[in-house]
């Protein structure tokens, strides 16, 4: 793997935002000539999904400014720098749609745009909930949502279903729910 190690050069800090950070690097390509690569530094995510023992999911639909559009996602959020991911997962959960998890399984971490973005998502299943009141930062609008796992399984399966973490988390679980039952 070596043959495909890409060397950092020098690196500047070119967009300090709210959320996200912007830097420059200049790299060397395996093969010894220069390379530009733009990174967008991101504290990363946790996403959750929340499955009722009658097998449906308790979703989130919410706008995503950048699309212009109102997607279906699972209960997410943004870690704080150092932040750890079980206790946001947690957190998140709750917040969003008001659950509390006797059982919080680790399903994995996703990186959602590699080729330009440092962001991780640790993405979980949550079971054995407990129902409460959800209570979303001032500055968030969701509309819960039940679906069937196996209807959202269809809708990844079809590109019905555009949020990455949501479909990775829907198709991780349907599989590791059916190797639990065999």
């Known amino acids: 793997m070596e043959h495909l190690i890409e060397t950092p050069v020098s690196t500047a800090l070119k967009y300090d935002g709210v959320i996200v950070r912007v830097r420059l690097d200049d ?3 395996p093969n010894g000539k220069p390379a530009k690569r733009e990174v967008v530094e991101h504290p990363g995510g946790v996403a959750i999904l929340p499955l009722l023992a009658d097998g449906r ?13 109102v997607l279906l996602e699972i209960p ?14 947690l957190r998140e959960l709750q917040e969003e749609v008001g659950a509390v998890p006797a059982r919080l399984d680790y399903l ?3 990186y959602p745009s590699p080729g330009y973005s440092a962001e991780v998502l640790h993405l979980y299943l949550a079971q054995d909930l407990t ?3 959800s209570c979303p930062d001032e500055d968030e609008f969701l509309q819960e949502a039940l679906l069937p796992l196996a209807e959202l399984v269809d809708m990844a399966l079809t590109g019905q279903l555009p949020d990455a973490k949501t479909a990775a988390a829907v198709l991780m679980t349907d599989r590791l729910l059916a190797q639990e039952h065999k």
């Open 27 to 29: 790299a060397l390509l």
């Open 76 to 89: 997410a959020g943004k870690l704080e720098y150092g932040e750890d991911h079980r206790l946001a997962a």
């Open 131 to 133: 129902m409460g009141e």
């Open 108 to 110: 994995g971490k996703l």
């Open 57 to 69: 999911v308790c979703c989130v639909r919410q706008f995503r400014y950048p699309f212009g559009e």
